[in-house]
């Protein structure tokens, strides 16, 4: 009969074998389900340059098949919550890892670095962290397509080695302005989103000559600069959302001859002055607004009023947010001299006493 410690010796052997499978197979990643056979989509994956550094075992890998030509990392972040398990896309995890595939989507992951490979065409890091963009100004990229909106981004000049762009998507970032060099070689880019960042002024001269669409939208822009602007080409120029209080028609169809849509809601303009933009603008044919065709049925809210089922910010009196706004600091100053003068007088009046 065979003694309890033979039989745990014979299983020692065993629980060593499951153990290093166990431990091996948890840096091995599966393509999720029915995303095969161009793409490939994994949940989760882990990665810490710092700890592959220290320790080249823990190198994740993928696996997938030689048809895969775009990975998608997902990351289940309000279930991980305090969990970061990927915190930089570096040329390791793209060109080791993830076998150098030509489009990548990276969402939800919290990345900070974003290191740019040089064979990659398409890339998608929306909704990240990302504060730091590196590239290499000796090298020949690639990329076509990029979205990096929804980040932390405040400078993006090291984007301008990517001369192959088409597309770039910056909407939703921290950034205040634009390097002026940095679309000095940017000769294929058409299409440049910049929504929802910090513009209160902006330069157009800086802009690649071949631009097609540029969206401004919910910046705090007051006016727009536009001598000596010329994008012959550019046929979409969304403004909603912004602190205009008017528009040179003139001068925006001189810098701007092919424009087809200008969408300019939500503006802080006059009720005159955005009936006089609109007349202009439904006269030369081009579009005013995004979206289906305007059915009467717009609602704009209580401090907003409609022209042509557009809303605007403004007041509908031409001037009175103005002089509306200087009887108000009158009153305001009026009141708290009046306060002072009376406690002096009290406090007179009691020292009297």
């Not at 000796?138 to 984007?159: C, F, G, P, W």
């Not at 000559?209 to 012959?232: A, E, F, P, Y």
């Not at 009467?296 to 103005?322: Q, T």
């Amino acid at each position: 009969m065979t003694s309890p410690a033979a039989s745990m010796r014979r299983f020692i052997p065993l629980l060593v074998l499951i153990t290093l499978w166990s431990d091996v197979s948890a840096h091995v990643y599966q393509c999720e389900p029915g995303t095969a056979p161009t793409l490939c989509s994994i949940w989760n994956l882990q990665y810490d340059a710092d700890i592959v550094t220290k320790h080249p075992d823990r190198l994740p890998s993928v696996n997938y098949s030689s048809t895969v030509v775009m990975v998608q990392l997902l990351y289940e972040r309000y279930y991980y919550t305090r969990h970061i398990q990927l915190k930089q896309y570096d040329l390791t995890l793209h060109g080791t890892v993830l076998r150098n595939p030509s489009s990548v989507q990276v969402r939800d992951y919290r990345l900070r670095q974003l290191v740019i490979p040089a064979k990659l065409q398409m890339g998608d890091f929306t909704n990240n962290m990302i504060s730091e963009i590196e590239t290499d100004p000796t090298e020949t990229y690639s990329l076509r397509y990029l979205d990096l909106s929804h980040n932390s981004l405040s400078k993006v000049a090291t984007l301008g080695v990517l001369v192959q762009l088409q597309t770039l998507n910056l909407q939703d970032n921290h950034i205040l302005t634009l390097e002026p060099n940095m679309f000095t070689r940017m000769n294929n880019l058409t299409h440049l989103y910049l929504s929802d960042n910090q513009f209160g002024t902006f330069d157009f001269h800086t802009l690649p000559k071949g631009l097609n669409v540029l969206w401004l939208m919910r910046n705090d822009l007051r006016d727009l600069t536009l001598t000596g602007i010329l994008l012959s080409r550019l046929r979409e120029l969304n403004l909603e959302a912004n602190s205009l209080s008017t528009l040179d028609m003139a001068a925006l169809f001189t810098a701007f001859p092919a424009l087809e849509a200008v969408p300019i809601a939500y503006n802080s303009i006059a009720k005159t002055e955005a009936t006089r933009i609109v007349t202009e603008l439904k006269r030369r044919g081009v579009a005013y607004y995004i979206g289906l065709e305007r059915d009467g049925s717009v609602d704009c809210d209580s401090d907003e009023y409609s022209v042509d089922d557009v809303c605007f910010s403004g007041s509908a009196m031409s001037g009175w947010p103005v002089v509306g706004e200087a009887i108000f600091l009158l009153i305001v100053a009026a009141l708290v001299v009046g306060m002072f003068v009376y406690s002096v007088r009290w406090v007179w009046h009691q020292m009297a006493y």
